[in-house]
């Protein structure tokens, strides 16, 4: 799995794909910390432009990068959340711990 | 006839199947001319039941898992999805919002959200033989 990321003045952002569930769930834990590990970033950016699906173990996603971006006292941000992850959010109350930027649609 | 339509699935308990399963869903849902939320909360909902068969009916082994869904009159899917693996000892515990026994790729949040999501939603669990999980949603018919 590869996901594209850039550094931009302390921006790291991460563009994810794919579905997200169980099956693949701790390979995006794992690739998220090891990317704000190397580039400890201010702001890290959850691109979900190209995420097509998301079930629970997405809010665990959401939950681990929060966690490694607290360590380090930076900021996690969630871009281009369609409505269908948007829905998994919102029921699960993430929506209130992190701040999320909906897909323009 | 009580129901119109209907299609059983059985296959292991092996991660590579959720996305199986919920596509498998959504695909014979769509007869029922869903709209994209209601096809989303489906394929949500069914992807939680079925990776809790996989985390936690079958922890060290690999199992059956059985998948059945009908369409019921006034456009009601009904969906059953049993495992013959552990079973719950609380269910009222598992239910309960971020209570998990599964690690940190898990959240807790799976029940939740199929409550949520569905019409309907029971669990049926006797420890040592396994759950069924047992959900509905209600289609809306669009005009």
């Known amino acids: 799995m590869h996901f594209t990321s850039f550094l931009e003045n302390g921006k790291l952002t991460i563009a994810l794909t794919g579905e997200i569930d169980h099956h693949c769930a701790k390979a995006y834990i794992q690739i998220i910390a090891s990317k704000i590990e190397a580039y400890m970033p201010e702001v890290c950016v959850l691109d979900f432009q190209d995420v097509t699906f998301v079930d629970s173990s997405g809010i665990a996603v959401v939950i681990n990068a929060l966690r490694n971006m607290s360590q380090i006292e930076g900021k996690l941000l969630l871009s281009g959340i369609s409505p269908q992850p948007m829905r998994v959010f919102r029921a699960s109350g993430i929506d209130k711990l992190v701040e999320i930027r909906e897909a323009v649609s | ?143």
């Open chain 2, 1 to 143: 006839m009580k129901f119109d339509n209907y299609m059983i699935l059985e296959f292991p308990s092996r991660s590579t199947n959720e996305a199986f399963a919920r596509s498998a869903v959504a695909c014979f849902a769509a007869q029922m001319d869903p709209t994209l939320e209601e096809l989303g909360d489906i394929r949500t909902a069914v992807s939680e039941a079925v990776t809790n068969c996989i985390v936690h009916a079958y922890p060290n082994e690999i199992g059956n898992i059985t998948l059945r869904c009908r369409i019921l009159k006034d456009n009601v899917l009904d969906i059953v999805i049993k495992d013959k693996g552990v079973g719950i000892t609380d269910v009222e515990q598992a239910r309960r919002p971020s209570f998990t026994t599964g690690g940190a790729e898990r959240s807790g949040m799976g029940f939740t959200i199929m409550e949520s999501f569905m019409t309907n939603f029971e669990v049926s669990s006797a420890s040592g033989k396994g759950t069924t999980v047992h959900m509905r949603r209600k289609l809306q018919r669009r005009k």
